[in-house]
């Protein structure tokens, strides 16, 4: 199994465009979860799927942050506009029902000049 | 109060000792525990879950939980350099979601 995999690895941008992150979770994996990790803040939640179905987008800082599954194989997270305070690394996370522990994707690190 | 609280560090111990992480949380009802280690610049990777109060023991690493005083500590014994990373404490809270504290950074000094 490749693990969960996400795209970009590295992401530079100006402040105002659209970035958009990709995730491809493991495959039979009902749950996917987006993380943002920086120094100040840790590991922070964003949002879950369960089955394509968005759970909780509670940690989703704002309405420039949206995220979506379209299908069990694919999800995005997209920022629009990008501020400077978006830098961070965003981690993709997927888990089959009967296990707790996640699996972390490598992540996207995104810088916003 | 955090929901997952972890001492700080970082932690220095010299090869073949034993590093200890400490970890606290706030939620009484949290049923599933979990360390992962996070080397620099890579993703967390899970490396222990304990449900049960007690020891838990996997090769060097040994889990410990106290659900009466909201307590997982994590053991590594025989520290190797190759142990040097930033171990990161997770709690699951209801939902399925994991609140990680904000990890205790780990050198082994060869």
């Known amino acids: 199994d490749a693990g969960v995999i996400q795209s970009p690895r590295h992401e530079v941008t100006e402040m105002g465009q659209e970035v958009t992150l990709r995730c491809k979770p493991i495959?039979?994996?009902?749950?996917l979860f987006w993380y943002r990790q920086t120094m100040m803040r840790g590991l922070e939640l964003l949002i879950y799927?369960?089955?394509?179905?968005?759970?909780?987008d509670s940690g989703m800082p704002e309405d420039r942050f949206s995220a979506k599954m379209p299908n069990a194989s694919f999800s995005t997270l997209k920022i629009q506009p990008s501020e400077p305070r978006d830098s961070a690394v965003y981690f993709c996370?997927?888990?089959?029902?009967?296990?707790?522990?996640?699996?972390f994707g490598s992540g996207t690190r995104l810088t916003v000049v | 109060q955090k929901e997952v609280e972890q001492n700080s560090g970082p932690l220095s111990v010299p090869e073949g000792a034993i590093a200890s992480l400490n970890c606290t949380y706030s939620?009484?009802?949290?049923?599933?525990f979990f360390w992962y280690r996070q080397y620099s610049g890579k993703s967390p990777e899970l490396i222990m879950f304990?449900?049960?109060?007690g020891d838990k023991e996997d090769g060097r690493f040994t889990a410990q939980l106290n659900k009466a005083s909201q307590y997982v500590s994590l053991l590594i014994r025989d520290s190797q350099p190759s142990d040097s990373a930033t171990y990161l404490c997770?709690?699951?809270?209801?939902?399925?979601?994991?609140?990680f504290g904000a990890g205790t950074t780990v050198t082994v000094r060869a």
């Open positions: 304990i449900y049960s109060n």
């Open positions: 495959s039979g994996h009902d749950y």
């Open positions: 997770a709690v699951k809270t209801v939902d399925y979601k994991l609140s």
């Open positions: 996370a997927s888990r089959p029902r009967a296990i707790d522990g996640y699996t």
């Open positions: 939620d009484r009802g949290s049923q599933s």
């Open positions: 799927f369960n089955n394509n179905v968005p759970i909780d």
